[in-house]
Nanobody, 115 residues
Framework: QVKLVESGGGLAQPGGSLRLSCAASGSGFSANTMGWHRQAPGKERELVAV???????NYKDSVKGRFTISRDTAKNTVYLQMNSLKPEDTAVYYC?????????WGQGTQVTVSS
């Protein structure tokens, strides 16, 4: 069974940084596109960043220039470096990967930006 496990969430001050990691486990899983969504309380889940198997990236407008998505294909791991964090970045962050069997989601990790 394929699982995605996030780590690296927590509490950060405004202007601070956090790095999220998401590692895939399970035999035979090889993700092509991977990415991150987030969901704030009372809001719908929204796409934050995407990276394709070829390394092309795309970002939500409000995080451009502050967040960077990257991946280690050999390790089936995707990262989200978040700099210049703002209170409105507070949310549960979910990673996902698209493999042969479709999209697989992680369980989510809480990111809280507060002074």
């Amino acid at each position: 069974q394929v699982k995605l496990v996030e780590s690296g969430g927590g509490l950060a001050q405004p202007g601070g940084s956090l790095r999220l990691s998401c590692a895939a486990s399970g035999s035979g899983f090889s993700a092509n596109t991977m990415g991150w969504h987030r969901q704030a309380p009372g809001k719908e889940r929204e796409l934050v960043a995407v990276i394709t198997g070829g390394g092309n990236t795309n970002y939500k407008d409000s995080v451009k220039g502050r967040f960077t998505i990257s991946r280690d294909t050999a390790k089936n791991t995707v990262y989200l470096q978040m700099n210049s964090l703002k209170p409105e970045d507070t949310a549960v962050y979910y990673c996902w990967g698209v493999g042969a069997g479709g999209r697989v989601w992680g369980q989510g990790t809480q990111v809280t930006v507060s002074s």
